[in-house]
């Protein structure tokens, strides 16, 4: 071997030697990955921005544990070197607080909050008044009852959620990594009788910059201006599907509509959202309702098959009401615009079931709009409606009131309807005036805030099957609703009484959507192709981009089944159903899903998916209209992470956290340039994310348009890092 050649082989041994030793050895002393951690995310709106992001290249600041807010003194004014990263427990986790690190946020480089175990007495980050702007009422339609005049829905609410922050937000599980961080600082960051700690300090990471900003007619339209081969969206619409279905079948090509057909409409919200992205569980906010319908449609599959009633019922489940009524604002306009299987000329009337598993005694109530109830007719149908359900609760243990009759309705899709027109309509919820639920759109709305708990000896099949007292709650509450409904529609009055939801149903439905989705009632009940999506904890409820959710599909597969009839079909026949003869039109057909197999049953029903995305693209600029339209959008190419680490001086912290770095973050090992010197570090895996931006419909009467708030998703991850340079000359 040459001389050459032998140099050639060295230098390569080296490197090598380099690569696999050396930088493996520096990442374990300087990252500590930190898992189970969730963004706040940046979101945009028609007017504006809202939510958190951080800079393009991240943000670095000294770790600052906070114990009271008194202590804000020190990152905020006294701290000699700022900026700060702030961790602060959940219960300092208050508007006060954020809002004086918000005026500071030059001092402040991004926060962590540590999510305990327990949940605090109250919390809400959403306003005092959800979807003010987009519901019903306005300055031409009860103006007395508009912005919560009257009435304050939520007044836990702190508005954090449509705050703007322009550092980053990450929430931490309460563990044995959040404990590092702690103990990190309080060797090496925490002052000492008033002192400023020396360095070396403790430092943290944050990255989650994404690309849009201004608000959604900006992002939307720098979409279009884009000269690059492959271009980059900055914005994507946010975009879901309805689902719902009938107990008589509608000819799905057929639209607009029907001439001597009458409908009532059973309607419930099946989305949610929290501050933070990826922990919306929304117990109480839409699991409580949707639950309830779903048992209420079981209920009534036998008697509507024995004993049809005059009226058709069709259950309705909307995605995206969170921002600004998305799905029922689709369904609406396509009504009017001759795209449904009916139009709103067919609607009777219609049964919102809302929140209804916080009970703050033995009463329900029934909330109707006092402004359509002008309208005799409408009021006629209303009072109807009312002693249909009041007359239900035979052998149950509550009773359903009335508020109030000058009393708004509260944030519900009904609302939506009304825009369009006068239509009979009543809410069931658990509320009489404010909510009763001390957690409306945050993390802490989850199976603790329904007291859903299962005896520590039984076995996650055990629980499944465990009926709670919840369950027993909710299961009253559908066989009312039900009852209700086949009274509405027309049905035999002698058969009433025996509607009676299934308890077995509701307990199993309770486990799913808030405990496990992967559980074998789930897995009998979803297409073998779709059960990778069944997870051991509950469904993400925050709508996301134009595809369908686990949540939808789930209520997709068991309205299915719980309302479907069994058939003789082979497993053969009933996955190829357009090739039986009178069979195709009378199966629903959403997506690819025609019918159910479960457990070897061929399940024929009409259950259909209703699209609520591609309408929006064809607003022109004067449908940016905030008090009429939902639009949410977020963000693409997105690096999320967070990092922590020792600063031997502030010149390291510069050199490593300001870093200079040849390569990108795809690379797993980058040198870093400074003073002469050569440091290695190994970066930490960063998913390349695309954050999505989400776009939702409401519509004028004439032509769709875009407006509203924003989500998006995030594979989040935050990393620790001990900061101690291994360096060659």
């Known amino acids: 071997m040459g001389l050459e050649s032998s140099k050639w082989a060295i230098i390569f041994l080296v490197c090598w030697l380099y690569k696999n030793v050396s930088c493996n050895s520096v990442e374990q002393k300087i990252y500590v990955e930190l898992n189970n951690t969730v963004p706040c995310v940046r979101l945009l709106n028609a007017t504006h921005q809202i939510g958190c992001q951080s800079s393009i290249s991240g943000d670095t600041g000294v770790i600052h544990v906070l114990e009271s807010e008194a202590d804000l003194e020190w990152p905020l004014s006294k701290g000699p070197n700022p900026p700060y990263m702030v961790l602060l427990e959940s219960s300092l986790f208050t508007r006060s607080i954020m809002m004086k690190m918000k005026n500071e946020s030059n001092r402040v480089a991004g926060?962590?909050?540590?999510?305990?175990?327990?949940?605090?007495?109250?919390?809400s980050p959403h306003t005092t008044c959800p979807n003010e702007n987009t519901g019903v009422y306005s300055d031409n339609y009860g103006p007395n009852l508009a912005h919560c005049n009257t009435t304050v829905w939520n007044p836990r609410g702190n508005g954090l959620s449509y705050e703007e922050f322009d550092f980053p937000v990450f929430s931490l599980k309460e563990d044995n990594e959040t404990e590092f961080i702690k103990q990190c600082y309080l060797d090496h960051n925490r002052a000492v009788n008033g002192s400023a700690p020396q360095y070396p300090l403790c430092a943290m990471q944050l990255f989650s910059h994404m690309h849009a900003v201004t608000n959604t007619p900006t992002c939307m339209r720098r979409n279009d201006i884009n000269f690059s081969i492959n271009p980059e969206m900055v914005c994507d619409p946010l975009g879901d599907y309805n689902v719902w279905g009938s107990i008589r079948p509608y000819n799905d090509t057929v639209f607009g509509h029907k001439e001597n057909e009458s409908v009532v409409i059973a309607a419930a919200r099946l989305d949610s959202r929290a501050f933070f992205w990826e922990v919306s569980t929304g117990a109480e906010g839409s699991v409580s309702g949707f639950v309830t319908l779903l048992a209420a449609a079981q209920a009534l599959r036998e008697v509507t098959h024995e004993a049809p009633p005059t009226r058709n019922i069709l259950f309705a489940f909307f995605q995206g009401e969170t921002f600004d009524y998305i799905g029922s604002s689709r369904m609406v306009y396509d009504m009017e615009n001759g795209k449904f299987v009916i139009d709103l000329d067919n609607i009777h009337s219609v049964l919102e079931i809302g929140q209804v598993a916080v009970h703050s005694g033995t009463n329900l109530f029934l909330h109707s709009d006092p402004v359509s109830r002008r309208n005799n007719t409408v009021n006629d149908e209303v009072k109807n409606l009312v002693n249909n359900l009041q007359s239900s609760t035979a052998g149950l243990s509550f009773l359903l009131v009335e508020p109030n009759v000058s009393q708004p309705l509260p944030p519900s899709s009904l609302q939506r309807f009304l825009r369009?027109?006068?239509?009979?309509?009543?809410?069931?919820?658990?509320?009489?005036?404010?909510?009763?639920?001390?957690?409306?759109?945050?993390f802490y709305d989850n199976a603790a805030n329904l007291n859903l708990t299962y005896p520590s000896d039984?076995?996650?099949?055990?629980?499944?099957e465990f009926v709670t007292d919840t369950a027993k709650s909710l299961t009253d509450v559908a066989t009312v609703v039900a009852r209700a409904l086949y009274k509405q529609a027309g049905g035999n009055e002698s058969l009433v009484n025996n509607i009676k939801a299934d308890p077995k149903i509701v307990t199993q439905m309770l486990y799913g959507f808030l405990v496990s989705s992967n559980n074998s009632w789930f897995q009998a009940v979803m297409a073998p192709e779709l059960k990778n999506i069944l997870k051991p904890s509950p469904p993400e409820y925050y709508v996301g981009v134009a595809m369908s959710s686990t949540p939808t599909r789930l209520v997709q597969y068991l309205l299915a089944n719980l309302t479907g009839a069994a058939t003789n079909l082979t497993q053969s026949q009933c996955q190829k159903p357009d090739e039986l003869p009178n069979e195709s039109r009378q199966v629903g057909v959403p997506l690819d899903l025609s019918v159910c197999v479960q457990m070897d049953r061929c399940t024929v029903y009409h259950c259909l998916h209703r699209r609520f995305k591609k309408i929006v693209f064809i607003c022109t600029l004067w449908c940016w209209n905030p008090t009429t339209f939902s639009f949410t959008v977020s963000l693409a190419d997105v690096l999320l992470s967070l990092g922590s680490g020792h600063c031997p001086t502030q010149q390291h912290r510069e050199g490593f956290f300001l870093r200079t770095c040849i390569g990108t973050p795809d690379q797993s090992s980058v040198p870093c340039l400074r003073a002469g010197r050569v440091c290695f570090q190994r970066l930490f895996h960063v998913d390349r994310i695309t954050?999505?931006?989400?776009?939702?419909?409401?519509?004028?009467?004439?032509?769709?348009?875009?407006?509203?708030?924003?989500?998006?998703?995030?594979?989040s991850r935050i990393h620790i890092c001990l900061i101690n340079y291994s360096c060659v000359a």
Do not use: M
Request: aromatic letters at 8%; zero cysteines.
């Open 420 to 442: 369009a027109q006068p239509i009979p309509g009543i809410v069931l919820a658990d509320h009489e005036s404010a909510f009763n639920n001390r957690y409306y759109e945050s």
């Open 111 to 123: 926060v962590a909050v540590v999510v305990p175990n327990t949940s605090p007495p109250e919390f």
């Open 691 to 715: 954050v999505e931006v989400h776009q939702s419909s409401n519509f004028p009467s004439s032509e769709p348009g875009l407006g509203g708030k924003t989500a998006v998703f995030l594979p």
């Open 458 to 464: 039984l076995s996650p099949e055990e629980q499944l």
